[in-house]
Every structure is written in C-alpha cells, then in structure tokens.
C-alpha cells in the first residue's frame, strides 16, 4: 500500500535551465523516504513552446501548456507555483502569482533590484497565508549543514572572519555569447552580485550576519561580447565582485568577505564558506562535495586541520548509501523537500528545522547588494540599510 502523500499540484513558469531541474526533482521524489507530500507538474508556461515538449513527454499529469501565465493562475488545477524566469520580470509575475493566492516558490534574486523587491514583499504582506520562499539549494549540501549546526552549538569561541562566495569561470571565454544574463536590462544593475549573491549570502543572513557596511570591489572584465549573429556587442553588466562586509552581532565584531564571480579561473560553479574561530574553524567548498574540514584549538596545543568525509548526509532521508556523493541536484531535490515540507506542515511541523530562504531574507540581501552597488561605484564604504 503506498503511504497517504499530500498532493501539491504545481505549475512552472519559465521552463528553461532551472525549470527543468525541478521537472527532474519531482520526477525522482521516490529518492526521499517516509514522506507525507508530493508534488505533481499540472501546468507549465514559458514563451518559448519548443520548451513545452521535454515537460509533456516526462509528464502525464500535465493539464495546461500554455504562453500566458495568467493562465496557471487562474486554473483550479494548481496550487504552487514554481517561477524562474529572467531577474526583469519577477516583480510582475511574482507579485501576480501572491495576489492570486498560490503558493510560490520564486528563483532568486526576488526581483531585479530593492524596489522590485519592496513591491513582491509589500504584496505578501496583503497575503500572509500564502507560503513564499526562494530557491537558494546549496545550504542543503551536508558541509553547510554541518556549518550551521557548528554555529548554532556555539563552538568557534570568538570568530575571526567569514568568508563565503560563488565562483564561475565560463565567462573567461570572450567568445561566449552575451544572453539575458550579461544585460543590465534584463539581469539588472547588480550585475553578477544579483545572479549569484543570494548563494553566499544565505547561510549568513539566516545566522544573523547581516552587515553594518559595506565596501564592494566591482570588475567589469570583459567588455564586448558577440551576439548570436556574432558582431561585438556592449556587455555592461559586472562581472566579479568582491564585498568585504562588517558584521557587528551583540557578542562580536568581524569581517566577512562575499565573493560573487563569473571569470574565476577554472571554476564552475564552486560555492563555499570558511568561518574561522578562536577555538573551532570549519570550511566547506563544493568542488570537494564530501569533505568537510575542521580544525579544534585548545589554546598551547597543535594547530591541525581535520578532513571528514561527511557521504551522502541529507537533512531528508533518501535512498542512497551514506558513502555516496551529494551533488548539485541532490540539494534541489532536498531544497524541494523543505518547501513542500513547509507547504504541507507548517514551519513547526516540519521534518527536519532547516527552512527554505524567506522573503524577509532576499529583502536582506537586497540591501546588502544594494549598497555594494554604490559602493563599487564611489569606492567607498556604504552603511547597509537595517529594517
Ligand atoms: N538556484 C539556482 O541555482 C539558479 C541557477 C540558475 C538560474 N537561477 C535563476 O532562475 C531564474 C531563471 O534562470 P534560468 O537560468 O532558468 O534562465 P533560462 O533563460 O534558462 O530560462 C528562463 C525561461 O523563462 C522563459 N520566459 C521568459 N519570459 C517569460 C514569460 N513572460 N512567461 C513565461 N516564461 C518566460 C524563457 O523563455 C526561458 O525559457 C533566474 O531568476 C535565475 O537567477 C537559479
């Protein structure tokens, strides 16, 4: 007898790179044990139809296909919406798909810009029941697991620095084609902080890091890229940034570096974190997905890191052997877990504590980012706006 799952009926708006690892994500939740929730694709939209025919012949739950997302939310057949579509547009299809009152799981950076974002905010402030979160997966990796597990048990005595980022390298290629994410227009002033920021600045917000100030390095690297016809073109946006933050909590006072960049030499797609403390010091990147390193100090004694091979630790348990590897679309498939977790039982009844990224937080690093912007472009330091 199979176990009563909770249906959650989604539609996907915007079927393209992210749309389609949540297509993969909901097609493989028989990965995940003892859950009471499930999700089913109902509807999809995007623009573009060449992308309607992967959803359609993966899935035959698929009610509604169709150009006009007003149309997922005026269907009685969805209850979720699922949205990655390009950074201009979030404003209006995220404030439009609260109103209508689906629950909403929305790509980050949650709107193009603060003022886009005070608008997606301000209308789930007029819809409180609704569940909005933002997709932010790789704190579900078992390292940042492991390193908010550390800070929350109070173990780096007073801590020195962190430092934490999202590296790329495909843009080192000056021949790349420039798309939607290398124009102002579309992916907005922020540039690379916007389309990479809130994966570094996650796990720190939701520990409380927010900092006071702020002073941002900005580089535009590459200029002119060709177009799909191949003649140059302006390519504004920036592409590396570097904010060195400072973090001022009721105990302690400490830097915090965020790297967010598109031409770091040879990495793709490498997230990490360091935060290191008098007595304890942990560190975690992605591009060694199963070691965590540690380091314990009691004062006089050695200094000596640690290596721990943490396997296939998840804060939702699966199938698959502990002594396996995590990777990029594990953490989707448990970031989906939190959200239909929370949808279905409530922040207090969920299975394991570790919630998706609020609304409340994205407002956070919409500050934080925003005051990096002028920063970068004065070459000063910038207070960061508290609530
Ligand atoms: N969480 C992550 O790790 C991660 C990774 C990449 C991108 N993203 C985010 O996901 C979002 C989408 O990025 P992507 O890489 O999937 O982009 P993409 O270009 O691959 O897909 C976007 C899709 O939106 C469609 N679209 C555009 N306008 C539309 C409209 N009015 N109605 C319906 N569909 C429309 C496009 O046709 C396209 O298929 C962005 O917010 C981006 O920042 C998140």
Redesign the pocket.
């Known amino acids: 007898m199979p176990r009563a799952q909770k249906v959650i009926r989604f539609g996907v708006?915007?079927?393209?790179?992210?749309?389609r690892e949540f297509g993969s994500a909901a097609a493989r939740w028989c990965h995940l044990l003892n859950l009471d929730f499930v999700p089913q694709i109902t509807a999809i939209?995007?623009?573009?139809e060449k992308?309607w025919e992967w959803f359609d012949s993966n899935f035959d739950t698929i009610k509604l296909c169709t150009?006009n997302?007003q149309d997922l939310l005026d269907s009685d057949e969805v209850d979720a919406i699922y949205c990655?579509?390009?950074?201009n547009?979030?404003a209006q299809?995220y404030t439009d798909i609260i109103k209508a009152g689906k629950h909403l799981l929305g790509?980050?950076?949650f709107g193009i810009d603060l003022e886009a974002n005070d608008q997606i905010l301000a209308m789930l402030h007029q819809h409180p029941n609704t569940v909005v979160r933002c997709?932010?997966?790789f704190p579900f990796f078992p390292g940042p697991q492991r390193v908010v597990k550390y800070v929350n048990e109070g173990r780096f005595g007073q801590i020195i620095e962190v430092a934490s980022g999202l590296l790329h390298s495909s843009d080192l290629d000056p021949n790349k084609k420039i798309?939607?994410?290398r124009m102002v227009a579309v992916n907005g002033e922020y540039g690379c902080m916007g389309?990479l920021g809130m994966?570094p600045l996650h796990i720190p917000i939701r520990l409380g890091w927010t900092p006071s100030n702020v002073r941002a390095m900005l580089s535009n690297i590459v200029k002119e890229r060709p177009d799909a016809s191949g003649k140059l073109v302006p390519c504004e946006t920036w592409d590396n940034a570097t904010l060195v933050c400072e973090v001022n909590t009721v105990e302690q006072d400490f830097p915090m570096t965020i790297q967010t960049y598109r031409i770091a030499p040879g990495e793709t797609n490498t997230w990490y974190i360091r935060v290191t403390g008098t007595r304890f010091s942990v560190e975690y990147s992605t591009k060694y997905p199963k070691t965590l390193k540690i380091m314990e100090y009691t004062p006089g004694k050695e200094q000596a890191w640690q290596h721990i091979d943490l396997g296939y630790e998840t804060p939702y348990p699966t199938i698959t052997g502990g002594i396996f590897e995590f990777g990029f679309s594990d953490g989707l498939l448990q970031m989906w877990a939190a959200f239909c977790d929370e949808l279905t039982n409530g922040r207090q009844g969920m299975k394991q504590p570790f919630y998706c990224a609020t609304p409340d937080e994205t407002g956070i690093h919409h500050r934080i980012l925003t005051a990096a912007l002028e920063s970068g472009k004065h070459g000063q330091v910038v207070e960061v706006k508290q609530e």
């Open positions: 708006i915007g079927l393209g790179l992210m749309g939209c995007d623009t573009n992308l150009t997302y990655a579509v390009p950074h547009l979030h299809v790509e980050k950076p997709s932010s997966e798309n939607w994410k389309d994966h």
